[in-house]
């Protein structure tokens, strides 16, 4: 679907893409408590983990691009994302500080993925790397909705009504 406003009409609701950053101490600290406990939840489900992860202003509305990519060498799928002007600026802020840290990708308040902020990443273009499958890169299709939230939230004003899923755009 290439429309927005058909996949707008077909979903019936504006996302909320968000990227909310976590410290390496405070998710290691919590996976170990976690393992400690016994506890059999996904960390991507538990309230307190995703508590963990703080708003950083960056969001759907500074991306300009998200595209599904594949590493040239061992040919795995890769989420490439490129921002904005002002996107640019945060992104390059928030990687410089926070290298080791998680980087926290929310749509609408649920966590879908946590990559590692790995280095510095000052020219607004980053790959999101990991055991993706073709099927299903970052867990939900994250590019796709990705591409699909960027899209939405900054050409139209969020409108209430049911989602089809949790965490869909």
């Known amino acids: 679907m ?16 968000e990227f909310r950053l976590a410290s390496s101490t405070e998710v290691l ?14 960390l991507e489900t538990n309230p307190a983990f995703t508590a963990l992860f703080k708003s950083t202003g960056l969001n759907g509305a500074t991306i300009s691009r998200a595209s599904l990519r594949f590493d040239s060498t061992t040919n795995q799928p890769q989420v490439g994302l490129a921002f904005t002007p002002t996107g640019v600026d945060l992104f390059d802020q928030i990687t410089k500080n926070n290298i080791h840290s998680y980087l926290g990708i929310f749509l609408d308040g649920v966590l879908i993925e946590f990559p590692t902020i790995n280095t510095e990443i000052p ?33 139209s004003p969020s409108r209430p009504s049911a989602r089809p899923w949790p965490g869909s755009c």
């Open 2 to 17: 290439t429309d927005t406003k058909q996949a707008e009409e077909a979903i019936g609701a504006t996302p909320s893409l």
């Open 29 to 42: 600290a919590f996976e170990k408590s976690v393992a400690a406990s016994g506890a059999t939840t996904s």
């Open 123 to 155: 020219n607004g273009q980053a790959v999101i790397t990991g055991g993706f499958t073709r099927k299903a890169p970052a867990r939900s299709s994250v590019t796709s909705t990705m591409v699909l939230c960027r899209s939405r939230s900054r050409s």
